[in-house]
């Protein structure tokens, strides 16, 4: 026989298979191999079933959109881009899955207290649509609807089967776990539910969080250099606010410099706490923290710290007040302070800046000798006992001089010599 698209299905309650009559089927051509019409609408009977029988153009797939128009539902809902390949023998046909009147949710959520792997039983929880087709059933209340844990695993059903969907496209909404104190309720944003269409299609279980959570992390920075401290001695201990598990805790930053909080909190609120950093110059750095609790699954960044001793300090090399870029500067501790490097040359930027960044092993005083090699006909100088405190502190940069390469001169306290 010459090609033709044979289509058998079956509308059935989803509850528990029953086949249902007098349902509206158009099957739309969307594609692909053409088929004897563009449009094709029939009707179930006889325990929900329906037939189509039509001549193609050839055996490729044909694309189709089936839009199943069930009296109880606002609007029909389609099940898009079905591919189907015509037949050549009588008796043949694309036998189709069972579909359902009123598209369903086989959705399930298991809920754990964030911090731990326990499961939240027994808990009510309201789930309130944002987006999506609109949904419909007994079950619903100006786009809200209830459930609840179960005793042993925490595990709840959407909706079971008193929801239904208007069409095959995603619910998206708002997840409520209605907590029992000290916790308060806990939202689960952006909840993405699939509809299907297909009777006893397989159960789809996703997992989220409830509960306040603490899960933040915060990156160590070296004040001098400004890159990550990986694998440096942290101890973290609270002093104050809500109660928490992991009150105290040692451990180090990880291999990209990141301190990772493990603390699970007993109730919502702030948590303050002591947090020692020693970094790997310097002496150890404590800074006491406020901590919010926060109601999601995802971690936080909650700061980037820095820490260990720097020089928070820099100079300018100017002619007849016009800033110099480019200008080779020696920077020689002579004194004080170890710092690395000892020796080195900088030069100026594009705004005739140079900061001082040898890098000191501890806070306290460094004794520079400066030497500024300045275009001719300007003479080279120096700029001897040039002293700039380390700290172990966050500060905004200093500037130290503004040197004028036309008349050398340095700040208080020091020698200047020219031409050396």
Known sequence: MSPHLVIDGQIVRSQDGRGVDD???????AGGVGIGADSISVTTSAGGFWHIDTPATGTGDVILNVRVSTPALKHPYTVRDLRVQPVTRHGEAKVLDRWVANPYFPYYVDIFLRGTDKPVTSTNIVFHQTAGSPMIGPALAN????????????????????????DTGDVVGDMAVELSPPYLTSIVR?????????????GIVSRYGAGPSLQYAA??????????LPNIPIEFHRVGGISIVGADLVTSTDGEGY??????????????????????????????ETIPTFDDDQGKLLANWTVGPYLPFYGVVRLGGKDLAGVPVRVRRTGGVSVSPADTVLLTNASGGVSFAPVPVMAGNVVFELTFTPPAPFPRFMVSNVILGAV??????????AWEVAAPNGPPGTTVTVNR
């Open 23 to 29: 349902i509206r089927i158009d099957v739309l051509h």
């Open 219 to 228: 990156q160590i920075y070296d004040r001098a250099t400004g890159k990550p």
């Open 259 to 288: 301190l990772r909080f493990h603390a699970q909190p007993l109730e919502s609120g702030n948590v303050i706490a002591d947090i020692t950093i020693t970094p790997p110059r310097g002496a150890p750095e404590t800074r006491r």
């Open 143 to 166: 786009g809200t609807a209830n459930t609840g844990t179960d005793p042993t695993f925490g595990r709840a059903q959407f909706f079971v089967y008193n929801a239904f969907a208007t």
């Open 392 to 401: 172990q502190k966050d500060q905004t940069p200093q500037l130290v001089w």
């Open 190 to 202: 952006g909840v993405r539910i699939s509809p299907t269409h297909l009777y006893r299609a397989p």
